[in-house]
């Protein structure tokens, strides 16, 4: 079983800056696939970034492509998701998840393990 826990949202406002981190427990963490969706109030949850268990293969969502970094490190368990330049509509809670192959992926449904999510608003 792996728990994971973000940290890092908050308010910030447009054209600014925030950092999500997610820690992983267990001692997996190193062979799994890592991503980050969000949720935005009644929408759907949607991709955002993933990356493979080695950080070599990275995707990401269209609307975040120049904005937003994911990567990673195995020796800390931790999975990040470094986003600049936030826009009002990245507002959304920020699940990370993990998934029990090395290869990116980006289907919500490929994640075996899902965080409580983090909350990231970004004012106009």
């Known amino acids: 079983q792996v728990q994971l826990v973000e940290s890092g949202g908050g308010l910030v406002q447009a054209g600014g800056s925030l950092r999500l981190s997610c820690l992983a427990s267990?001692?997996?963490?190193?062979?799994?696939?890592m991503g980050w969706f969000r949720q935005a109030p009644g929408k759907e949850r949607e991709f955002v970034a993933a990356i493979s268990f080695s950080g070599g293969v990275i995707y990401y969502a269209d609307s975040v492509k120049g904005r937003f970094t994911i990567s990673r490190e195995n020796a800390k368990n931790t999975v990040y998701l470094q986003m600049n330049n936030l826009k009002p509509e990245d507002t959304a809670v920020y699940y990370c998840?993990?998934?029990?192959?090395?290869?990116?992926?980006?289907?919500?449904?490929?994640?075996?393990?899902w965080g409580q999510g983090t909350q990231v608003t970004v004012s106009s």
């Open positions: 998840a993990a998934a029990n192959v090395g290869r990116a992926r980006t289907m919500l449904q490929e994640y075996d393990y």
């Open positions: 267990g001692r997996t963490f190193s062979s799994k696939s």
